[in-house]
């Protein structure tokens, strides 16, 4: 898909300079654009460079504008202009609205408009699937599923019998929601299955990566809210709430009953214990480990960043030391309070 420049300029509510008549025909990276591509700066590091780049037009910063003689998009955030470029570039194949032979529908189930269902997609009874939706090859449905307008739901996604999913939500390949949370009780040494008869309740625009996995409520429901983003390979645990567009970056997990607020960004590797509750606009790095609630927000961090390794072997031997360094220094301390 080509577009002029000041086409572009219309859907990223940008200011243009230069050429409007020019053709864009592809959004590519500052170092690999050629004639024809448009690319963006965000890091002020590559201002400097500019006159290296050979795409056609760059989205700039709005503070950069004076004075500049080429062909450009000005927007106070270009990041977002990248995301919206990217939008509008995007060549993710849909699939075609048509019901495979091979998907096995319940006939209680309702189909809405123009909805996609491929390859071998099993739907059980009494399932809702709106207008618009795409379902993938593979897709398995459970019973009273509810799927909202213009979902997408890629290959290899199981969702759970009871589950609920908005509006414009996109699940990626192989993930699970609605599976059973880690609910036993111990008796007589052995371990009693705990039925978890709550849900998964995903909101609007949420994303969901691949392999990741959301475990139905015990008693009360999993909740998901509106245009939270969730990365590749998290575990989301029973009960879990997550808060409106916190985002969640991979191989996170987050333990039973955790609340997290609203525009959090979680990044990669953290692991939250559960019955937590995690404050409104907190940023928890990567790797941290989360054992307290959070109530103010902000930056929290935790974790050992990587060292070489003879370092880290000494390290851990001082380590193993502490508890009788800790007692020496009380029987000194006392020895100076009788001095005293």
Not at 57 to 77: C, E, K, R, S, W
Not at 166 to 186: L, Q, T
Not at 207 to 216: A, F, K
């Amino acid at each position: 898909m080509t577009q002029t420049l000041a086409q572009l300029a219309g859907l990223l509510g940008a200011q243009l300079v230069g050429d409007e008549s020019l053709v864009i025909k592809r959004l590519a990276t500052f170092d690999s654009a050629a004639e024809g591509d448009i690319t963006f700066v965000s890091d002020k590091k590559l201002l400097s460079q500019l006159a290296n780049c050979h795409a056609s037009a760059i989205v700039l910063p709005t503070a950069v504008m004076a004075g500049y003689q080429g062909n450009a998009l000005f927007m106070d955030n270009p990041y977002v202009g990248y995301a919206m470029l990217a939008s509008i570039f995007d060549t993710t194949p849909n699939l075609a609205v048509n019901i495979a032979d091979s998907a096995q529908i319940d006939s209680s189930a309702k189909i809405g408009n123009n909805v996609a269902i491929a390859e071998n997609v099993v739907i059980g009874a009494n399932v809702e699937i709106a207008d618009n939706c795409q379902i993938f090859a593979n897709v398995v449905i459970g019973q009273q599923v509810k799927i909202n307008k213009q979902t997408k739901i890629y290959p290899n996604v199981t969702v759970y019998h009871d589950c609920q999913i908005g509006e414009r939500c996109i699940i990626h390949a192989n993930s699970v929601v609605g599976s059973d949370g880690f609910g036993n009780a111990p008796y007589q040494g052995k371990w009693v299955k705990i039925p978890q008869i709550g849900k998964v309740i995903i909101g609007d625009d949420v994303e969901i990566g691949s392999s990741t996995t959301i475990d139905r409520g015990a008693l009360s429901d999993t909740i998901i809210k509106d245009g939270v983003k969730i990365d590749n390979q998290c575990q989301i645990a029973h009960n879990v709430v997550i808060g409106e567009h916190t985002a969640i970056a991979g191989g996170s997990n987050i333990a039973g009953s955790t609340k997290v607020g609203k525009s959090c960004i979680i990044g990669g590797g953290v692991a939250m214990n559960g019955h937590l509750t995690i404050a409104d606009n907190v940023v928890i790095t990567g790797d941290s480990m989360v054992v307290r609630n959070i109530d103010q927000a902000g930056i929290y961090s935790s974790g050992v960043p990587a060292i070489e390794n003879r370092q880290w072997r000494k390290n851990t031997a001082y380590m193993l030391k502490i508890e009788d360094l800790f007692k020496r220094v009380k029987q000194l301390e006392k020895q100076l309070q009788d001095k005293d």
